[in-house]
């Protein structure tokens, strides 16, 4: 299965306009919980990072930029088709 007919079927674009709103909010609401997931995840071993090490990976600007970046690229991918 090529990716345009996984995206056509994931997002069900040969469906009416509702059916594909209805899709595209559930995908993103999954994506939106992933993302927060691996926030706090993140969170916690910056913070088990700097009481075990005293140091830290990222700065909290370093790791919200490395979030929206990801975000952007997501979104142009999708986008760009």
């Known amino acids: ?6 995206v056509g079927t994931l997002f069900q674009l040969d ?3 509702t ?6 909010m559930l995908i993103m ?3 939106w919980g992933l993302l927060g ?7 916690r071993v910056q913070e088990t990072g700097w009481g075990v090490t005293g140091s830290m990976p990222f700065t ?3 790791y919200y930029a490395g979030i929206t970046l990801t975000l952007r690229e997501l979104y142009s991918a999708l986008h760009s088709r």
């Open 29 to 31: 609401g999954v994506l």
């Open 15 to 17: 469906k009416d306009w």
């Open 19 to 24: 059916s594909r709103i209805v899709m595209a």
């Open 60 to 62: 909290p600007q370093e």
């Open 37 to 43: 997931m691996v926030d706090s995840l993140m969170i």
């Open 1 to 6: 299965m090529k990716v345009s007919e996984l």
